[in-house]
């Protein structure tokens, strides 16, 4: 980086540094040329368990479709939905 970064301002809630960093480019606070690469080995991803109620009939053919894919039908699942929701297109 050829230029010093601007100073990143201080924030006084957590909603205004999200709608800070949602309008400015994190390039003009911060050299990314000396950032580090970091392991976050004991990082979860948050998640929130669901209850879905599907037709038997139906479930049974996504656990087929998963023990076909060698994966649990709960991560079949997940998958779809994340496709379907990622599809171009796709109504959201």
Not at 30 to 52: C, E
Not at 80 to 90: H, M, R
Request: proline residues 9%; without cysteine; hydrophobic residues 35%.
């Amino acid at each position: 980086m050829s230029k010093t970064p601007k100073p990143t301002p201080d924030f006084q809630t957590e909603a205004h540094e999200r709608a800070f960093w949602e309008a400015h480019d994190s390039a003009d606070h911060v050299d990314w040329s000396k950032a580090q690469k970091v392991r976050l080995p004991n990082l979860k991803p948050s998640s929130t368990s669901i209850s879905l109620r599907l037709p038997n009939a139906l479930l049974e053919r996504i656990k087929i479709a998963a023990g076909k894919r060698d994966v649990p039908y709960q991560s079949l699942i997940k998958i779809w939905l994340a496709e379907k929701i990622d599809t171009p297109g796709a109504k959201h």
